[in-house]
């Protein structure tokens, strides 16, 4: 019997079947010794162990569209990643480093500005505008005041999505208006720390109508840019490519070059001077490793 499996915890996979009903199940050894791990995601094959107690075995798993790291999810159509303009405040190199590593695995990311009510309504369009201007979708939302929830959901619709975000952003709330019967846990923000509380655990999968699911995932709130070299940073900041026929030097990294195209845009306002701080920080931080990793 097919199915997929829609939740998994401590070595056990909750799968959702075709004939409509959820097996525990354990993945075959085989598996491990082919270093294969199951993802939430996966379409898979089992064989039903206990029928009455909906206790299986996966014994296969089936082609994967894509399969991402982090978060380690599969089959997904597209990511969309949730940041908070208050509690927590937004880290906006947080952000940009969630957009990299979704560019790095070949997946459409969309941003979610969460709990927009609390925030300026000019720093909300503000923030707005410039990831749009770098070629993001971006909505705004309030689970709270009830605002852009409708725009959110045609987002989703007809697709897999994934969402992501840091902790306290939102995400269970947002998952628990669009389909009240998860009963996902919220958690309150630390008044010590003034960032949320991790209350979700694990990735697991919802259908909200027969042809669009979500997967929601535990927060993070550290993103490191692994096997990135800093001469390919440029390539994920999609806005920097317009002006580069301006910079003098073939393979102009836009950091100490005196005639940068992507320079004069930023210090012209045609690129947002925080996209580009943000990439000269990852230059650094990229150049960095690759000095101490020798």
């Not at 840091?166 to 947002?174: A, D, H, M």
């Amino acid at each position: 019997m097919k199915g997929k499996i829609i939740k998994g915890i401590a070595g056990f996979y909750y799968v959702y079947a075709q004939d409509e009903e959820t097996y525990e199940c354990k993945a075959k050894g085989i598996f491990r010794n082919q270093n294969i791990k199951p993802l939430v995601g996966d379409d898979v094959e089992l064989d039903v162990l206990d029928a009455s107690k909906k206790i299986g075995n996966i014994v296969r798993i089936l082609p994967r569209k894509n399969s991402l790291i982090r978060p380690a999810v599969a089959n997904v159509d597209q990511a969309v990643v949730i940041f908070a303009m208050r509690d927590p405040q937004p880290n906006w190199n947080l952000l940009d480093r969630f957009l990299i590593v979704m560019a790095q695995q070949n997946v459409p990311v969309s941003i979610c500005l969460s709990k927009c009510d609390l925030a300026d309504e000019a720093d909300v369009s503000r923030w707005k505008s410039i990831y749009e201007s770098c070629g993001y979708s971006v909505c705004c939302v309030s689970t709270y005041a009830g605002i852009g929830i409708e725009s959110f959901c045609r987002l989703l619709d007809g697709k897999t999505t994934v969402l992501a975000g840091p902790s306290g952003v939102g995400k269970s709330s947002l998952l628990n208006e669009i389909k009240p019967d998860a009963g996902m846990e919220t958690g309150e923000i630390s008044q010590k720390i003034r960032r949320g509380r991790h209350t979700t655990r694990h990735s697991e999968f919802f259908a909200v109508h027969s042809d669009t699911f979500l997967l929601d995932t535990p927060g993070f709130s550290t993103i490191s840019l692994d096997n990135l070299a800093e001469d390919a940073l440029k390539q994920y900041f999609p806005e920097f490519e317009p002006f580069e026929k301006e910079c003098r030097f073939v393979g102009c990294l836009h950091i100490g070059e005196r005639e940068c195209g992507v320079k004069q845009a930023v210090r012209a306002g045609k690129i947002p001077a925080s996209r580009y701080e943000n990439y000269q920080l990852l230059y650094q931080e990229q150049k960095n490793k690759r000095r101490y990793s020798r």
